[in-house]
């Protein structure tokens, strides 16, 4: 008996172990863990940036922090889902007519601006006719010149109708015609850019508590957000210009998610602290980083110099030396892993310094008593401007410098802060060379940032690109709905591109990203990582803002 007695005491000991060790490993899995229950509210996201806003209101702003910041204010009528598919947002959802000439949008029934006014079909009209008219210097207008008719159906449905087919039809109506009609209707320009562009009454999961300019952004919740307010208090965005300090500031704990230069990637690995206390994404985005020439400066006028700076540059140095290889080469404005990109064109400009030399000896330069290439006695020099705080542009501009000495070209770089470098010499064109890139996306029009008709201020083709067939190709482009024609149109626009080189492009860079470990919710997909902001959270205990 005593045997039994005993054998029944070893079992229960035994599964009480096996228990205990199931359920420690499940407690480290979270399987237990309170980080794993249900949601808490509270805490702020402290976000490092190296570039402050310009302006919060999307159909004026053309930079990337203004833009980001301002998709937390305001929803679209539209947007794009984590796989990359146009999906509703004000929108509850949207019919395509037969012959692809209309959309009727439905929209969702309360939802309402941060002051209490109900979001209708009235406000996306004020929207589409101001940025339609003459009042309003935006660049993406063109999108919204192409409706024939804008239609009020009812408070929550309107039917926008076009001239004929037009493929980005659906995307465009994201949210840059979405704006609070009973608060500006009767306002001045002047209002509406310096008042409400600073101060602006959204609609999204976040309100613009305040703006320091040079300092600091703060987003607070809103508990009006028709899907249930965020779980987060505050998106907090630090402006902090140089990386390194930056990255100073992820360690000591001033900030939970800032953007890695590749340098800083690698060593946040090696570091055991930062390591177990940050999460490290790395994705692959839609943009490209280029060497853009204002075309109307003398020597960049003939492609021919453009065409032997292209061969003079080393693409896979630049992206050895300046991203650590976390990027590829880029030889056009499309990542390789699109349906429409044109592998030909990676033949077009291959890194032959002796051929760069032959083009420019064609043009009329010569060497130079002084060691530089001249012609008519005027050396071929060129200021290229870059923006502070980003590391592997200024690395990249170090390396052209480089490249280019050695077949006689003089390159002075000039760093330069971010708003400065584009309000002052990218807006108003007084520049000679300047690296910059472009956020692109699942879409291959170019129209914004190639067509002629966007040379003029406040267009995207600052560097004055102009060419009647690539314009035909782009406005084709635009208006033909099946894909294998589209293709063929890309595929020819990407060909005229690498042979004229307005842009030398350089690079299509990999998204580095640290977010503190204490931030749940996050799931990364083809779109990114903060298309759900709203719903990131963190648990009580774990919480570090205990602000309201």
């Known amino acids: 008996m005593k045997k039994i007695y005993l054998f029944k005491g070893l079992i229960f000991l035994a599964l009480f172990f096996l228990f205990g060790f199931l359920f420690r490993i499940s407690f480290l899995k979270g399987e237990f863990s309170k980080e794993n229950s249900s949601p808490d509210y509270g805490d702020a996201l402290v976000i490092g940036t190296i570039a402050d806003a310009s302006i919060l209101i999307p159909m004026i702003a053309t930079d990337l922090t203004s833009h980001t910041i301002s998709s937390h204010l305001f929803l679209g009528v539209v947007k794009y889902s984590p ?65 024939k008719e804008f239609k009020i159906l009812n408070p ?33 320009l002047d209002y509406f850019k310096n008042v409400f562009g600073r101060k602006p009454v959204g609609n999204g999961p976040f309100l613009l508590e305040r703006w320091k300019t040079q300092q600091e952004i703060v987003l607070k919740y809103n508990p009006l957000y028709y899907e249930g ?24 704990g001033g900030v939970d998610r800032i953007a890695l230069t590749p340098l800083q990637y690698f060593k946040i690995q090696k570091e055991k602290d930062l390591a ?22 003398p020597f960049f006028r003939d492609k021919r110099v453009r065409k032997a700076l292209c061969h003079a540059i080393d693409k896979k140095e630049i992206v050895k030396g300046a991203l650590l290889g976390e990027g590829l080469p880029a030889y056009g404005p499309y990542k390789p892993d699109t349906w429409f990109y ?29 060691g530089w290439l001249e012609k008519d006695g005027i050396p071929l020099e060129f200021t ?19 490249q280019l000495s050695k077949i006689g ?57 102009s060419n009647p067939f690539l314009d035909k190709l782009l406005e084709e482009g635009r208006y033909t709905l099946d894909q294998e024609k589209r293709k063929r149109i890309y595929f020819k626009v990407q060909e005229i591109l ?35 902001i709203e719903r990131w959270w963190v648990s009580k205990e774990r919480q570090k803002y205990l602000i309201p």
């Open 83 to 147: 796989d990359l598919k146009i999906i509703g947002d004000l929108a509850e959802k949207f019919e395509i007519s037969p012959n692809q000439k209309s959309i009727t949008f439905y929209l969702k029934k309360g939802v309402k601006w941060a002051d209490g006014k109900e979001v209708t079909a009235e406000d996306i009209f004020f929207g589409y006719k101001l940025i339609t008219s003459n009042q309003i210097p935006s660049p993406y207008v063109s999108d919204f010149l192409e409706v």
């Open 156 to 188: 929550y449905t309107f039917k926008v109708t076009y001239h004929r087919p037009f493929a980005p039809a659906l995307p465009s109506w994201g949210n840059l015609v979405v704006l609070p009609k009973h608060l500006l209707e009767n306002q001045s």
């Open 229 to 252: 307010r965020p779980y987060l208090n505050y998106l907090i965005y630090r402006i902090i210009p140089d990386p390194s300090t930056l990255f100073m500031e992820l360690k000591s």
């Open 498 to 532: 690498a042979d004229e080189q307005p842009y030398t492009f350089l690079y299509i860079p990999v998204n580095l990203e640290a977010i503190h470990k204490r931030f749940q919710g996050i799931k990364p997909a083809p779109i990114g990582l903060s298309y759900n």
């Open 342 to 370: 044109n592998k030909e064109i990676e033949k077009s400009c291959e890194y032959n310094p002796q051929k760069a030399l032959e083009l420019l000896k064609e043009v009329g330069f010569y060497w130079g008593q002084k």
């Open 409 to 465: 070209i003089k390159v002075n770089i000039r760093v330069m802060e971010w708003t400065t470098l584009i309000h002052q010499f990218i807006d108003t064109r007084r520049f000679e060379a300047v690296i910059l890139g472009w956020s692109t996306g699942p879409d291959p029009d170019l129209y914004d940032i190639f067509h002629s008709s966007k040379i003029k201020s406040p267009g995207l083709n600052f560097v004055s690109y």
């Open 276 to 297: 177990e206390n940050f999460e490290i994404y790395r994705y692959s985005s839609f943009s490209f980083t280029y060497l853009g020439y204002n075309l109307n400066h």
């Open 384 to 402: 290229l401007l870059v923006n502070q705080g980003n590391l592997a542009r200024m690395l990249a501009a170090q390396i052209i410098q480089r």
